[in-house]
């Protein structure tokens, strides 16, 4: 039932995407917020019990609620409720119209235009960057992020869902990348920043969490695109990132796609409330630069951002085909 759930959560995100401002994010922020005034007092241990409650919490709800389903109504049911958890954390829609709008704007020669919307989604000071850096930017943010909304949680939702545990993964993956991002931007507030404690256990949960769907994510862009290239800029070129999991999906999608990509980052706007980006969903700023060199292609050019877009929703009907043949074979077994 995994394959019907994610299909008609993706199909639904595609007809009515799910607004930037509501209830479910304003639940969740107040959540998170609440767990980090509360159990965040500066020692060691309480990141860990911070962490714990913010995610946790919201994992084992999702999961009651599925099993409570399943057992007094029957399994459409609880078919119905995965589709509803995959719904608000699952879908290209939830960031794509910032990668259309910059996209838009290199096609009709607006370099200025797309500057701006990069500065503006990113929270960047963007106004010196020539055209092939603009799309260079582009393209990383935007595979980060579609790996953190769709393949992420494809890759979690899956594998708990094997054993049962329905929408679970998906809530523990979406908010795991949450606190995470979160308390980073909850640091820079002027008003009760969170502690180095909450922050080192989101951050090691975070990367641990991570390890394996990036990999996943990383073999899916390898198997659609160029695959020789793409394993060898992973095997060569993911150190260039300061973060080893966005390391490995840059590097894949670079060897890919045959696109360079890496080098320096943009410098962060001071924002006044530095929490307000927290709910976008979008990856921090400087987590994806490091004046590290770049990895070998081609310069980067907007005909590139096509090949991303390809190579990408090529990765979606792979996986879904391979979901399917997977629930016929647990159907027909």
Request: net charge neutral; proline share 5%.
């Amino acid at each position: 039932m995994s394959f019907f759930a994610i299909l008609c959560a993706l199909l639904i995100e595609q007809v009515r995407p799910l607004a930037y401002h509501n209830p479910v994010y304003g639940v969740v922020l107040a959540w998170t917020r609440w767990t980090s005034r509360n159990f965040d007092a500066g020692k060691p241990h309480h990141g860990w019990v911070a962490w714990g409650l913010a995610v946790l919490v919201p994992t084992v709800l999702a999961l009651g609620v599925h099993w409570f389903l399943a057992l007094a109504l029957g399994l459409p049911f609880a078919v119905l409720w995965s589709v509803a958890v995959l719904y608000v954390t699952l879908g290209f829609r939830q960031f794509s119209h910032h990668f259309t709008g910059i996209r838009d704007a290199l096609d009709v020669g607006d370099e200025a235009l797309a500057r701006s919307l990069l500065a503006h989604w990113q929270r960047v000071d963007a106004a010196d960057l020539p055209r092939s850096e603009i799309v260079r930017h582009v393209i990383e943010h935007s595979v980060i992020a579609a790996h953190r909304h769709v393949f992420g949680v494809l890759a979690w939702f899956s594998i708990l869902a094997a054993f049962g545990l329905g929408p679970a993964g998906a809530v523990f993956y979406r908010m795991s990348e949450f606190v995470a991002r979160y308390w980073a931007h909850k640091n820079n507030a002027s008003v009760q920043p969170s502690s180095i404690w909450v922050q080192k256990a989101a951050d090691q949960a975070w990367a641990l969490i991570d390890w394996l769907p990036a990999r996943i994510t990383a073999i899916g862009f390898a198997v659609v695109g160029s695959f020789e290239e793409a394993i060898d800029c992973w095997r060569n070129d993911a150190r260039r990132f300061p973060s080893e999991n966005d390391g490995v999906i840059l590097a894949a999608t670079s060897g890919a796609v045959n696109v360079r990509l890496g080098g320096g980052a943009l410098s962060p706007v001071p924002l006044t409330d530095p929490l307000s980006q927290a709910q976008a969903g979008d990856p921090l700023a400087g987590n994806l630069g490091l004046d590290n060199g770049s990895t070998p292609g081609r310069e980067p050019e907007p005909a590139h951002l096509r090949s991303v877009v390809g190579l990408v929703w090529r990765s979606v009907v792979m996986w879904m085909v391979l979901l399917a043949l997977l629930t016929l074979a647990r159907l027909l077994g």
